[in-house]
């Protein structure tokens, strides 16, 4: 699938709408979705378990083996959001790890089932780094941070970006 990546626009008359996408703390999918007024797709970069992690993941979330992701939403051919993820394997049930494993539903809908808390953290360069390797066009002013707990403990860090999709295109002038 052929998509177009841009960062968000830095123009002033954007900032509000990049603070309330980095303050929102509800379903990402679903605010991309409304944003754009289209169907979001999930496009899976890759997906593999590994016992390597930036040293913040290892101390945000404790544990010896996670999962990572790297995933972008899009609509209309259009890049919405890219995102990082890192799940720790011994702390999710195995009905999100099957979700996880086949890399179609959103993680906002998988943590729907759980009573999960979000907490922002400061991101650091070897995490997003690995985000910007697969995706390219790094963007830390449309970036965030945060952990996904559990009442039993971490569970995930995700670091993910907004891009320019998120702003409604112009519309062709009448000539």
Known sequence: MSVERQIFPPAARHEPLRRLLLAQDGSTTRT???????????MLHHQHRT???PRSVAE?????????????????GRVLMDNLSYTRLDAVPDWFLRGLDEGAAPIGHLLARLFVQRQAIESEPAL?????????????????AYRI???????????????????????????
Do not use: H, N, Y
């Not at 995700?158 to 702003?167: D, K, P, Q, W």
């Open 32 to 42: 991309c979705s409304a944003m754009c007024g289209l169907p979001v797709q999930i």
């Open 51 to 53: 016992a390597e992690v």
């Open 60 to 76: 945000q979330l404790g544990g010896t083996a996670w999962l990572e992701r790297v995933t972008s939403l899009v609509a209309g």
């Open 128 to 144: 997003e780094a690995g985000l910007w390797k697969v995706v390219g066009l790094p963007d830390s002013r449309a970036s965030r």
């Open 149 to 175: 707990v559990t009442p039993e403990g971490p569970l995930m860090l995700i670091f993910e970006v907004f891009r320019g999709a998120m702003l409604p295109q112009a519309e062709p002038v009448a000539g």
